[in-house]
């Protein structure tokens, strides 16, 4: 008989909803630097949003609709419905200097 696992998305979910795995694994892909950065970051964060609950999320930052627009794989949020999301989140945008 074979042991049943867990699929890699469930366990990628389960990990993001701790605030500092969520934190990690968004910087990380901000820091990708490959033709597709921008859709990787969103795929990212759609991933965190979905491991706190997407609806919840979404009903408490913005209208429904625009953060599922935003996290769609066309989409283009700007950057203040991304503040609202991160902060939704409990997450934050920042600038850091460039390492030499």
């Not at 490959?34 to 913005?62: M, Q, S, W, Y």
């Not at 209208?63 to 950057?79: D, F, I």
């Not at 203040?80 to 999301?85: E, P, Q, R, V």
């Amino acid at each position: 008989m074979t042991k049943r696992t867990k699929s890699y998305q469930a366990a990628l979910l389960e990990s993001l909803k701790d605030p500092e795995e969520a934190a990690a694994y968004l910087n990380a892909a901000l820091e990708e630097e490959r033709e597709n950065a921008e859709e990787l970051f969103l795929l990212a964060l759609r991933n965190v949003a979905e491991a706190r609950g997407i609806t919840k999320i979404a009903a408490a930052a913005l209208n429904r609709e625009s953060v599922y627009r935003a996290l769609s794989a066309k989409g283009n949020p700007r950057l203040s419905t991304l503040g609202a999301l991160l902060n939704t989140l409990g997450l934050r945008l920042a600038v850091e200097v460039k390492a030499a």
